[in-house]
C-alpha cells in the first residue's frame, strides 16, 4: 500500500522506519524543505512544496498514493488543510499526527494567545528582555517592538524582518532543563514566547521558566481541518496504517 507520510517531526520519521521495515509498505515522505540541513527518514524522500491543493491531488493521483499521514509540525496549517481537501476530492484515507500541547503545571505563569500578532502585543507589555521560541518563520510579527531586546533562537536564520535589538542563537533541541536556565539567567530574560508544539525535545525551556517565575506567552495550535481524524501517539498512528491496509479503517 503506497502511503505518503507528510513530515519533518520526529513522529513522521518513527512512522516511516517502521513502516518501511514491513513488508505490503511503500512508503514515501514528504519534506518541506524549510531547514538547510533537515533529519531525512527511511525510505524515499521527496523535499519542497506541492503547489497548494490542487498541486498535491495532481501529485497523490499521478503516483498511485493510497493513504495520507499528515505528521507535520502542529502548526503546519496550511499543509493540513491542503492534505485534506486533496484527500477528500480523491477519496483517500487521510489520518493527521498530533502529539499532545503542553499543559499549565503548578507555578507556571502563562498567557495564552491566538497567534503571532496577539503574542507580540503581549510582549510588549510584559518585560524589556524577550526570548522568541517561536522557530525562524514569523519572527517578523514581533519586527515592530522597538523597545524589547529579543533573543531569537531557531534551527536556521530567520526570514524576514526581525527586532531592531536582538540576539540570533542557531541550535536544535532536545535542550536541558539546566541548559535553559543557563541561558535565561545568562541573557536576563524577563519573558517567553513559545508555540505550543507539544512533545519533550523543547519542553525544558518551560520548566526553566517556571522555576524563574518568568511569565510565558503561549500561542495556541491552529484548528484541524473539520472531521479530522487523529492520532496522537506514533503506535496509535500504525496501528491505524495497519487496519487502513485491512481495510478496517
Given at each position: 500500500?503506497?502511503?505518503?507520510?507528510?513530515?519533518?517531526?520526529?513522529?513522521?520519521?518513527?512512522?516511516?522506519?517502521?513502516?518501511?521495515?514491513?513488508?505490503?509498505?511503500?512508503?514515501?515522505?514528504?519534506?518541506?524543505?524549510?531547514?538547510?540541513?533537515?533529519?531525512?527518514?527511511?525510505?524515499?524522500?521527496?523535499?519542497?512544496?506541492?503547489?497548494?491543493?490542487?498541486?498535491?491531488?495532481?501529485?497523490?493521483?499521478?503516483?498511485?498514493?493510497?493513504?495520507?499521514?499528515?505528521?507535520?509540525?502542529?502548526?503546519?496549517?496550511?499543509?493540513?488543510?491542503?492534505?485534506?481537501?486533496?484527500?477528500?476530492?480523491?477519496?483517500?484515507?487521510?489520518?493527521?499526527?498530533?502529539?499532545?500541547?503542553?499543559?499549565?503545571?503548578?507555578?507556571?505563569?502563562?498567557?495564552?494567545?491566538?497567534?503571532?500578532?496577539?503574542?507580540?502585543?503581549?510582549?510588549?507589555?510584559?518585560?524589556?528582555?524577550?526570548?522568541?521560541?517561536?522557530?525562524?518563520?514569523?519572527?517578523?510579527?514581533?519586527?515592530?517592538?522597538?523597545?524589547?531586546w529579543f533573543l531569537i533562537r531557531a534551527?536556521?536564520?530567520?526570514?524576514?524582518?526581525?527586532?531592531?535589538?536582538?540576539?540570533?542563537?542557531?541550535?536544535?533541541?532536545?535542550?536541558?532543563?539546566?541548559?535553559?536556565?543557563?541561558?535565561?539567567?545568562?541573557?536576563?530574560?524577563?519573558?517567553?514566547?513559545?508555540?505550543?508544539?507539544?512533545?519533550?525535545?523543547?519542553?525544558?525551556?518551560?520548566?526553566?521558566?517556571?522555576?524563574?517565575?518568568?511569565?510565558?506567552?503561549?500561542?495556541?495550535?491552529?484548528?484541524?481541518?473539520?472531521?479530522?481524524?487523529?492520532?496522537e501517539t506514533v503506535d496509535e498512528a500504525?496501528?491505524?496504517?495497519?487496519?487502513?491496509?485491512?481495510?478496517?479503517?
Open positions: 500500500m503506497k502511503t505518503l507520510i507528510l513530515g519533518g517531526t520526529r513522529e513522521a520519521r518513527e512512522i516511516a522506519h517502521i513502516a518501511s521495515g514491513e513488508r505490503g509498505f511503500d512508503i514515501v515522505s514528504s519534506l518541506a524543505g524549510r531547514v538547510r540541513d533537515p533529519l531525512l527518514p527511511a525510505g524515499p524522500v521527496r523535499i519542497g512544496g506541492f503547489g497548494g491543493v490542487e498541486g498535491l491531488r495532481k501529485w497523490l493521483a499521478d503516483n498511485e498514493i493510497a493513504v495520507v499521514i499528515d505528521a507535520t509540525h502542529p502548526f503546519a496549517g496550511t499543509i493540513s488543510a491542503n492534505a485534506a481537501g486533496a484527500a477528500t476530492d480523491l477519496g483517500l484515507p487521510l489520518l493527521h499526527v498530533r502529539r499532545p500541547g503542553w499543559s499549565e503545571q503548578p507555578g507556571d505563569r502563562w498567557i495564552r494567545v491566538p497567534d503571532l500578532d496577539a503574542a507580540a502585543q503581549q510582549v510588549s507589555e510584559l518585560g524589556e528582555r524577550v526570548f522568541l521560541t517561536i522557530g525562524r518563520q514569523g519572527v517578523a510579527a514581533f519586527a515592530g517592538l522597538a523597545n524589547q534551527i536556521d536564520p530567520p526570514t524576514g524582518a526581525l527586532p531592531p535589538h536582538h540576539g540570533l542563537l542557531l541550535a536544535r533541541g532536545p535542550f536541558s532543563p539546566a541548559d535553559e536556565q543557563r541561558l535565561l539567567t545568562r541573557h536576563r530574560i524577563d519573558v517567553l514566547v513559545t508555540k505550543d508544539s507539544g512533545g519533550d525535545q523543547t519542553a525544558a525551556k518551560l520548566d526553566a521558566a517556571r522555576s524563574a517565575g518568568l511569565p510565558v506567552v503561549v500561542i495556541d495550535r491552529p484548528e484541524l481541518p473539520p472531521g479530522a481524524v487523529v492520532a500504525w496501528k491505524w496504517l495497519r487496519d487502513t491496509a485491512s481495510g478496517n479503517f
